[in-house]
């Protein structure tokens, strides 16, 4: 599927998010690569994305962390890409007619030969992509890192750490296509977090009575995961704290009694003005998704805590009676502004309320 981001900045961590999976991305932006790669900026194992398309590649790295340019780094992944291409045209096209399934062709092709193949492609909707991106068994972060990088050294270049007092509290994940600057917030703010398969059973990460439990992001659509919801709605009924991002979002409101649908272009970019609910505070996030909930399909125990100002679509949900909420913006950023990382806060203070 061609989508397109709207970041000026944080290209690495947009190749690198599993969230992307499957996805040729087309970034707005009419430069890509002048602060070259970073190995601390990788948010996953390796690219995930399935084609990048830039206006231009910039040959140089002007910066003192890179460790090479873009364009090595995007051969040597053997990423396929393309530069040379009008973005913000194709961008007013997929805005116009909605994100659709394309292919990035080489040499001398027919295009009706390319619009075919394009046909050919597995549409988004129904599509679980979850089990390609997810680890395959369980492991402690960082003391094992399950593919996602290494663990804390560059936990302070984008926010500083927020210990707590008293013991850590044990958080178990699941992993929906986990970036890693998730599990350094979380470990940043005092916790433990033992990571779990997608396909993993609500009683495997009960047994370790974790304090909380996080569903993470992840690509593909929320509607095609009855396992993950199923799993979530387990969760839900035990009272344990639930802390839902992005596709994590999506499952835990179809747990709660929502149901999902796919927006015509998505959200994803840096730069996406969310309004909380209660307060009229307004916050720019970063974002990545191309299906959302319907208002609508929600029960009355779940309240509304977040909308998106450019659409009016839900960014943020609470259960009223259970201590659970989510948000389908990314509080952790990498890339984008930190304005929502008061979200691992509260989480931290559900758990604390939990163990009184």
């Not at 003192?64 to 396929?80: I, K, P, S």
């Not at 998505?266 to 974002?287: D, L, M």
């Not at 960014?315 to 990498?334: D, I, K, M």
């Amino acid at each position: 599927e061609v989508v397109f981001n709207t970041s000026m900045t944080g290209y690495q961590e947009v190749l690198t998010d599993p969230s992307y999976a499957g996805q040729i991305v087309t970034m707005t932006s009419p430069q890509i690569g002048n602060y070259g790669v970073a190995a601390e900026d990788t948010e996953s194992r390796g690219p995930q994305v399935a084609g990048f398309v830039m206006r231009d590649a910039s040959p140089m790295a002007s910066n003192w962390r890179a460790d090479g340019t873009l364009r090595d780094y995007l051969t040597d992944n053997g990423v396929v890409a393309i530069t040379g291409i009008d973005t913000r045209a194709l961008t007013r096209v997929l805005r116009t007619a909605g994100v659709m399934r394309g292919v990035i062709g080489t040499g001398h092709v027919d295009p009706d030969e390319l619009v075919a193949e394009a046909g050919r492609v597995t549409p988004m909707a129904g599509l679980d992509l979850v089990r390609t991106v997810s680890c395959t068994e369980s492991f402690d972060w960082p003391a094992a890192d399950g593919g996602l990088g290494s663990g804390l050294e560059p936990e302070g270049f984008r926010l500083p750490p927020q210990r707590r007092a008293g013991r850590p509290l044990r958080i178990a994940a699941y992993d929906f296509g986990l970036k890693r600057n998730i599990l350094r917030r979380l470990v940043a703010h005092g916790c433990e977090v033992k990571v779990f398969p997608a396909a993993a059973l609500a009683d495997e990460l009960l047994a370790i009575e974790p304090d909380g439990v996080f569903l993470s992001n992840g690509p593909g659509d929320p509607a095609a995961l009855p396992y993950a919801v199923t799993a979530a709605r387990a969760v839900l009924e035990a009272d344990v704290p639930v802390f839902g991002i992005c596709l994590g979002h999506q499952v835990l409101a179809q747990a709660m009694g929502g149901t999902t649908y796919k927006l015509k272009f998505g959200h994803r970019g840096a730069n996406h003005p969310v309004k909380q609910v209660s307060t009229g505070q307004v916050e720019i996030t970063s974002q990545n998704h191309g299906f959302a909930v319907d208002p609508a399909s929600l029960p009355d125990e779940v309240e509304v805590t977040h909308l998106n100002l450019y659409d009016g679509t839900v960014e943020g949900l609470r259960h009223t009676r259970h201590p659970a909420f989510c948000v389908q913006y990314h509080p952790e950023a990498s890339p984008g502004p930190h304005d929502a990382d008061y979200l691992f806060s509260r989480f931290l203070e559900a758990m604390d309320r939990r163990a009184v």
